[in-house]
């Protein structure tokens, strides 16, 4: 049901969310284990609830960027597996500890410091750099760091993990190569410790090389319905940003309206106004399936199932959308808007359903 009082809102389906896992799970199978990528607030869904969602309907952990959302979700009650994906600065070792954390790590320096700072073995992930240059140890000094965190009684080595620099038809040759070094580093360790996980797979890795899942999966795109791959997938879509219209006028051909009287109108026209701009997140790039690309470019809601164009360009909290081919719209009524879930408001009401 659609809430009344709001005049903007993120409405989050969890029953889509919960039979995208139940996907990716058909698709790995019960050998492999599956993290849940909850970083950056759960690509804009809500960390809190859709990790308690999520681990409820089977993940077997799930994973953040940083101390703070790992803190976020330990406040509120979630007991379950956490692993930090990113390495911590060494001074937030104690942190880990306290939080009961699982971590990336790619220097002795942090593993030493983790080994200060925890009373008893904390569970770390040597990180594998392949190309992509953000965190991560070389492969040829993989073994090493490896060797001295095995060497320590107060770690305990849980996985070697990686991140591709892949994108889907652009360097797949290279992958495939990049995943069999990886793989060679990964099982040369879990022969010495079959009780760690290899993991490298993200959503599109999983998706286009699923020869290459391992131990584990580490799932953050398709959990949310977005296939960024050619390899078609049952997903469904658990995301959808509503304003509502606060005004519909009429207005004639020529008439000037918006900043800067920047904007003509080129026929007699309705135009309806939202309550909703760009300091909520609409930018000049959204990016949902329904905007159009081509020479007469523009973006659009939509209402009763119709596109509404924008008119002009949005200001900071309200947008006009053309309503003229929609001669039923009024003053109340729900328009979905194109947007990119991370950079959805934090502001904007999220309604659960």
């Not at 009684?153 to 991140?163: D, K, Q």
Request: proline letters at 7%; hydrophobic letters at 40%.
């Amino acid at each position: 049901m659609q809430p009344t009082r709001h005049l903007k809102w993120v409405e989050i389906d969890l029953g889509a969310v919960r039979h995208n896992l139940k996907t990716v799970l058909r698709l790995i199978g019960p050998k492999v284990k599956l993290l849940a990528v909850v970083k950056a607030d759960a690509y804009g869904h809500g960390a809190v609830e859709i990790s308690h969602a999520l681990l409820q309907a089977g993940a077997d952990g799930v994973g953040v960027l940083t101390l703070d959302e790992a803190e976020e979700l330990r406040r509120a009650g979630v007991k379950g597996k956490i692993l930090l994906m990113a390495p911590p600065p060494p001074e937030d070792a104690p942190s880990v500890a306290k939080l009961k954390l699982e971590v990336v790590v790619d220097s002795v320096k942090l593993s030493k410091a983790l080994a200060r700072a925890c009373s008893s073995s904390v569970p770390v992930h040597v990180d594998v750099d392949f190309g992509l240059g953000r965190w991560g140890v070389r492969p040829k000094e993989a073994p090493e760091l490896i060797r001295s965190i095995r060497e320590n009684r107060r770690l305990r080595l849980a996985g070697v993990s990686a991140h591709l620099d892949y994108v889907p038809g652009k360097n797949a040759v290279e992958a495939e190569e990049k995943l069999r070094i990886f793989n060679r580093i990964a099982l040369r360790t879990k022969r010495e410790n079959p009780e760690i996980l290899r993991h490298c797979a993200n959503s599109t890795i999983l998706t286009d090389f699923p020869h290459w899942k391992m131990d584990m999966v580490r799932v953050g795109n398709l959990l949310y319905g977005i296939n960024p791959t050619s390899h078609a997938l049952p997903l469904k879509n658990p995301w959808r940003l509503q304003a509502r219209i606060l005004s519909v006028q009429e207005v004639a051909k020529g008439r000037s309206i918006g900043y800067a009287s920047e904007y003509l109108a080129p026929r007699k026209m309705r135009v309806a106004s939202l309550a909703i701009g760009y300091s909520d997140g609409l930018t000049m790039e959204p990016a949902e399936r329904f905007i159009g690309f081509g020479k007469e470019f523009r973006y659009w809601g939509i209402l009763k199932g119709k596109k509404a164009p924008f008119v002009g360009r949005c200001g900071i909290s309200h947008v006009l959308i053309d309503v003229s081919k929609i001669p039923s719209a009024k003053p109340g009524d729900a328009v979905t808007l194109p947007i990119r879930r991370t950079a959805a408001g934090s502001r904007l009401p999220r309604i659960y359903i």
